[in-house]
């Protein structure tokens, strides 16, 4: 396969489907792959669709579907025209939703069957064109005068057409797209609860695709499963532009990835390659893998013991590889901290997994590696070409906050110079708001985020993570959030009540008795924790979480909303 000549979607797509015309790059699970030749054609047919609708260089277009193979066109069509595609979460408030397409200036939006409600009924103005993921035929928004607006939608079709036509003979509408173009605004919606739009070129994600190749091997044999929303910029550079770079092929789920849809996918596909947030690995094994492990009094005793331990740990690894199909050459971890006791796991059981560090705004891997040399604990090494350091570390640990510069760092917030300028250092280096720290090699180890760090009474820095990966060890504890209130250290957890029933009889209680059991189960834990920490990040008070955490798309605790 040639060189890309330029760090464009167009060259990228290009270039692979004319290298691997019969091979299958799209497909859902139980549907039939479409192969780089006609995806090729159905890029064009899709193009021609948009610029139909006048839609030029520099134009926003959305798109707001669950994962599909027409994502992925839409996509690829959007940004090969030359336009700005804008992914919208479908798990995002309507009012988010509708936040965005305003907030974009989005000409046309590409709905699936299951989004319709959240725009079709809405009062924007202008409305967006409206056409249908499933089909790329437009639908009409659900207004009274819904005939007018068929006269007027064919109308304005022709008009644009001939609008584009004109622009084009003048010279002042161009097909060429360059490097340095926007090719994606996308819209965070993270912990702090404040919506940015993030501006990435197709240098920056088509780079970053390439870069994370050099520390990851995959080509046109691999299979992966997308099991996470495509909007997320990880799972759409890692797990869409990347097997598009090299002709390999994505299965997409019908249907949300519990285990009942999951396991029977795995084992038809056997895909050799997936990504996850550490919620789901942790699930896993909090839910399936350790109850088996700990089943009975001498499989308990035999666990405390570090060599039996790791001898159950490797049989239980090879019956979780046998439940993901049994092809698994990469298990891909990001998004957030994964906890101690499940890397723990991983790691001993020699699981093929490896955690990556990244951000929106830096397309967004930063650094990551191949599982053959995963370092317990750490993200991996710095892509090649990035620049990272750490901003004021702490004189005793060498922590502090971690800088990146490179040209898959985004170009800035849209429409909001002041945020953009907050971001950066005068000398040009993005602020990712995460504390690390840098060790042998380039080996990157994260810390938490600098806003949730506590200070302590004695200046001491206080790391919410760290304390809540100590509560999330605790067999009973299935979720924690720590934060500071009143200047004492506080924890909320979100109890396993399977476990606390199978040990304890809780379903047996009557409600007082319950009541007690789980206030004095929570002190237990509480001085347990504390047991094993530093004297100043002590938990002052721990209380139930009734219900789970809300979360944002990629599985991580809104905090903003507990504190």
Partial sequence: MR????WTLNELIERTCDSFPSRPA????????????????????????LSDYGIVRGDRVAILSQNMPNWGVA???????????????????????????????????????????????????????????????????????????????????????????????????????HEEDLAAIIYTSGTTGSSKGVMLSHKNLVLDAHLT???????ENYRLISILPLPHTYECTIGFLIPMMQGACVYYLDKPPTARILIPAMQKIRPTMILTVPLIIEKIFKLQVHPQLTKNLLMREAYKLPVLRK?????????????????????????????????????????PYAIGYGLTETSPLIAGCTPAVVKFRSTGTVLPT??????????????????????????????????????????????????GILKRKDYLYIKGRCKNVI??????????????????????VLESLVYESGKAI?????????????????GKMGAVHSEKFIAKHLEDIRKHVNANVSSFSKIHKLVEQKEPFEKTPTQKIKRFLYQ
């Fill in 26 to 49: 799209l497909s859902m699970v139980d549907g039939e792959p479409i192969t780089y030749a006609q995806l090729k054609e159905q890029l064009e047919e899709v193009r021609k669709l």
């Fill in 455 to 476: 200070i302590g009474p004695n200046g001491d820095n206080i790391y919410a993570e760290e304390l809540e990966a100590k509560l999330n060890e605790q067999e009973s």
């Fill in 386 to 435: 990035l620049k990272v350091k750490i901003d004021n570390p702490d004189p005793k640990t060498g922590i502090g906050e971690i800088l990146i510069k490179g040209d898959t760092v985004m170009k800035g917030y849209y429409r909001d110079k002041e945020r953009t300028d907050q971001a950066f250092t005068e000398d040009g280096y993005f602020k990712t708001g995460d504390l």
């Fill in 213 to 219: 190749l050099k520390i990851q091997e995959l080509n």
């Fill in 311 to 351: 001898a159950l740990h490797k049989v239980a690894g090879k019956k979780l590889m046998k439940t993901f199909g049994g092809k698994l050459h990469f298990f891909g971890i990001g998004g957030a901290l994964l906890s101690y006791e499940v890397e723990r796991f991983l790691y001993e059981a020699g699981f």
């Fill in 3 to 6: 060189e890309l000549n330029a």
């Fill in 490 to 506: 506080m924890a909320r957890v979100f109890l396993n009540y399977e476990i606390l029933d199978k040990n304890h009889g809780i």
């Fill in 75 to 177: 996509y690829l069509a959007i940004t090969t025209l030359g336009a700005i595609v804008v992914p919208i979460l479908v798990d995002f408030h309507v009012n988010e939703i509708l936040h965005i397409l305003k907030h974009s200036g989005s000409k046309l939006v590409f709905v699936s069957a299951q989004q319709y409600d959240k725009i079709g009924y809405s009062e924007l103005d202008p409305f967006p064109v409206m056409v249908d993921m499933e089909t790329f035929e437009p639908v009409e928004p659900h207004l009274p005068q819904g005939k007018v607006l068929d006269f007027i939608q064919e109308r304005s079709r022709d008009i644009n057409r001939l609008k584009r036509r004109a622009l084009e003979a003048v010279g002042l509408v161009s097909a060429e797209v």
